[in-house]
């Protein structure tokens, strides 16, 4: 049993898709652990994309993040991981394939709807900023 940490960005929740989005990691067999709705700040969202602070195009995602509520929430099941990177689709939605969350909903490399954490460690650090106690 595996679990990953999973961003509902703020474009999901503008455009009325947390159910839907939901849905589809529910059908799939994976349960909730914990889920919760947020509006983050920019120290927040430096915690999260660590690792991208000091690209590009880090400025305006980090914009894009704190422009609403998000919801992040806690999956849990075999192998989830990279389940939920399957579900989610590629980076940019104009690429992702049929089926997928972006492939389906989305049509940019930004605002992409999900975050899905890419691997063990990730998940781990990323529960650790967005659930600490869990
Ligand atoms: P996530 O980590 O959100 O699941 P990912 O692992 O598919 O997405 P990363 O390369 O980790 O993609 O990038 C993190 C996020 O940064 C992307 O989901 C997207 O919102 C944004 N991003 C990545 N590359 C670009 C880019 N070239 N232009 C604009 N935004 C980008």
Known sequence: MQRTLVL???????????????????????????????????????????????????????????????????LEGDSAIEVVRGINGATDGRKAAPGTIRGDLSLSNRENLVHGSDSPESAEREIAIWFPGL
Do not use: C, M, N
């Open 8 to 74: 509902l960005k703020p474009d999901a929740v503008r455009r009325g898709l947390v159910g839907a989005i939901l849905s589809r990691f529910e059908q799939r067999g994976l349960r909730i652990v914990a889920l919760e709705q947020r509006v983050i700040d920019g120290a927040q969202a430096d915690r999260h994309y660590a690792e991208h602070v000091e690209r590009d195009f880090y400025p305006p995602l980090r914009d894009f993040v704190t422009s609403g509520p998000l919801v992040a929430l806690v």
